[in-house]
């Protein structure tokens, strides 16, 4: 049903569109009408199922209207409302989304007020934010858990396979009913091969008292190095008709870190029904009906399948259970193919014929973490990806990256490489979104083809190109400072006083550039604007081997001042330029060098965890002549400020409390203004 303010909404914009120049030339007034009316049509067909009032209506709009502020979140752009890019819905806590748009998010569940709803683009999704976990913590805090697992069923006679019935306290049964009415759900990626929908969320009040109902249900020779129940949980929805989840391994979870790896899967049903089958496991398993709060575990080597109840709505958690165990091997192909897989899953957002590949691929890592690659797994030809960057031609299947001889050196192709794997931002800018990218048709898949391939491509297409990556010149963004005139505020110097040459605030300058430069010279890669700039010396290659260094601690500086009047020296120090810094921490880069061509192969998944990129801004200082007294009433700081808002950015990145921008102990307003007795 559409609401009256939507329907006059609707007429208004109806008639804007229908004069291009209106409608390209909005008041400040209608852009925001257009830019709510947008976010409630959206949020009503992803959330509840409705279609929209005037589909061809909104394309228009999402054609003209443009994000009301630039804000970023875990490396994502986000916007409180769709547009023709930022077109994917999200669910994010509160917490994480900048004020300036937090009261413009609609919530996303009625129970839980501090989960808004944010739209990204899908082109600058990584491995690192594929999936959208969403915390349900604070959902299951509201009321106290108590379930435990009982008549205990051995499905098969090796006991590779269990069922149990969930007691549970009253309150407990209505928090677990009540996940599906949050309704947060979304199509899975690779809904090619799985019907339904799913949502994946985080509660660790959850798997703790699973946990505690596994230790006392299960046999014990199964508990040998049990842990806990893995906190992340997908919650799966089927209605009458939707296809079936296709027979297929669960991708076990590892930690080699911790010496953790699953074995057991664990799927709680929340509702009950019947299908042929509703879930088979093996070749001995096939359960044709299934009870409400009936729980299934089995060994994780195990294919199985599910489809939807012939009658009612299937609803069920799947998550694992997680054990130590110190003995685990390593196969160097199974990351290869994982690696290929998480690549081409993101690459099949937009090229949608490798999806299956994708899948395809996970499924064969999966069983080969129990059984294995075959020797049919090792020779599979692997599908792939021709791109070009700035008439750049390279090859790629996600770990292997080929790239032809003669423009790039060893350093700017694994430079590429890096930008590709993480998707990472030129100016705003994704990189897959600056490639051309197609899918290569071919059976031959060997090196001596496509260096032969590559070579054909490039032929005169970068001849009189400048050079892919430069080295900085620091100086241009750290000029040096006047010489002090001897004035030390604007009280005391009246009509003479020239910011630029206060001792004192030359002396936050100098400081301030030194924590920038500190920041910027660390990092082996630059980015600014387009352009992309080398610290060669933080890439160190020996045969075989690219080695990327990255940042080193730092040690702090300090400043202390006497200020009387007129603003403090923090008001005249502004930003000259954003710099974005990459502090990738990856593993060594391998290469094998040919008579035509630079063979890298980068595998970010070996041992199964996954490694990490730095990717953040760093405000480059400069000395303002700004009014003194805007300046002290109003507050500003517009470097201290653009610093803060960095860290905090890092910081939500990261997931860690220790920070770039100064060590552990020393935050960092302590960098730049000490205390007196820190400063005698």
């Not at 875990?74 to 890019?85: K, M, Y």
């Not at 958690?317 to 998480?342: G, M, S, Y």
Request: charged residues 20%; negative net charge.
């Amino acid at each position: 049903m559409i609401h009256p303010t939507q329907q006059h909404d609707r007429s208004h914009f109806a008639e804007l569109a229908r004069n291009d120049v209106q409608l390209q030339n909005l008041s400040a007034e209608d852009q925001q009408r257009g830019r709510l009316y947008l976010r409630d049509q959206h949020v009503a067909r992803y959330l509840h199922k409705q279609p929209m009032d005037d589909e061809a209506l909104c394309q228009t709009l999402l054609a003209a209207l443009h994000p009301a502020a630039e804000c970023s979140v875990l490396g994502l752009q986000i916007s409180f409302h769709p547009t023709a890019r930022l077109r994917m819905l999200r669910v994010l806590s509160e917490e994480l989304i900048p004020t300036e748009i937090r009261s413009l998010c609609v919530q996303a569940a009625e129970a839980l007020p501090q989960l808004r709803i944010v739209f990204v683009d899908p082109e600058e999704l990584s491995y690192r934010s594929f999936e959208n976990i969403i915390p349900l913590d604070r959902y299951f805090d509201q009321a106290p858990l108590s379930l435990q697992l009982t008549q205990r069923k051995k499905l098969q006679p090796s006991g590779q396979s269990h069922s149990f019935q969930l007691e549970a306290s009253a309150e407990t049964k209505r928090a677990l009913e009540g996940i599906d009415a949050l309704d947060l759900y979304v199509k899975p990626l690779n809904a090619s091969t799985r019907g339904g929908e799913r949502f994946i969320f985080h509660s660790a009040k959850l798997s703790e008292v699973l946990t505690q109902a596994v230790r006392s249900a299960l046999p014990k020779r199964l508990l040998t190095g049990f842990s806990h129940v893995n906190p992340v949980f997908r919650c799966n929805r089927f209605e009458p008709g939707d296809d079936k989840f296709h027979r297929h391994v669960d991708t076990p979870y590892f930690d080699a870190a911790q010496h953790h790896v699953s074995r057991y899967t664990l799927i709680l049903y929340l509702t009950g029904g019947a299908a042929n089958p509703a879930l088979s496991i093996g070749t001995e398993v096939a359960l044709q009906t299934i009870s409400p709060m009936t729980c299934v575990i089995f060994d994780q080597s195990l294919a199985h399948e599910g489809s939807a109840y012939q009658e009612g709505r299937k609803v069920f958690l799947r998550t694992e259970l997680v054990f130590v165990d110190k003995t685990v091997r390593h196969d160097p192909d199974i990351a290869q193919l994982f690696a290929k897989a998480c690549y081409l899953t993101g690459q099949s957002l937009f090229l949608p014929e490798l999806s299956r590949t994708a899948d395809d691929y996970y499924q064969r890592a999966a069983r080969a973490h129990f059984a294995g690659l075959s020797d049919e797994d090792r020779n599979t030809n692997t599908v792939l990806i021709h791109k070009v960057f700035r008439g750049i031609h390279f090859v790629t299947n996600g770990y292997d990256f080929w790239f032809p001889k003669g423009h790039l050196s060893l350093t700017e192709c694994a430079v590429l490489a890096l930008l590709d794997s993480f998707n990472c931002k030129l100016h705003g800018a994704a990189f897959h979104t600056l490639c051309r990218s197609s899918v290569l048709e071919t059976a031959d898949h060997s090196g001596p083809w496509i260096t032969q391939f590559l070579i054909r491509q490039s032929q005169n297409e970068r001849s009189e190109a400048e050079p892919l990556c430069s080295v900085l010149d620091e100086e241009s963004l750290f000029p040096s400072a006047e010489s002090p005139s001897g004035c030390c505020c604007p009280f005391h110097s009246f009509m003479r006083f020239d910011a630029s040459r206060c001792e004192e605030i030359i002396d936050l300058y100098q400081r301030a550039q030194q924590f920038a430069k500190s920041r910027i010279q660390s990092a082996p890669i630059v980015l600014l604007g387009q352009q992309i700039f080398l610290h060669p010396e933080r890439f160190v290659i020996e045969p075989g081997r690219i080695h990327i260094l990255s940042e080193d601690r730092l040690t702090p500086v300090n400043f202390a001042a006497c200020w009387n009047f007129g603003g403090s020296p923090d008001n005249y120090i502004d930003v000259a330029a954003k710099v974005e810094v990459l502090q990738p921490l990856v593993p060594p880069i391998l290469y094998v060098e040919t008579e035509g061509s630079f063979h890298l192969m980068f595998d970010f998944f070996r041992n199964s965890f996954l490694t990490k990129l730095h990717q953040y801004e760093v405000p480059v200082p400069f000395i303002s002549d700004v009014d003194p007294g805007d300046a002290e009433e109003n507050g500003k700081t517009p470097w201290i400020t653009a610093a803060k808002r960095a860290r905090q950015r890092f910081r939500k990145q990261s997931g860690s409390e220790s920070t770039w921008w100064a060590d552990s102990d020393a935050p960092l307003m302590s960098e730049l203004f000490p205390t007196k007795s820190a400063k005698s």
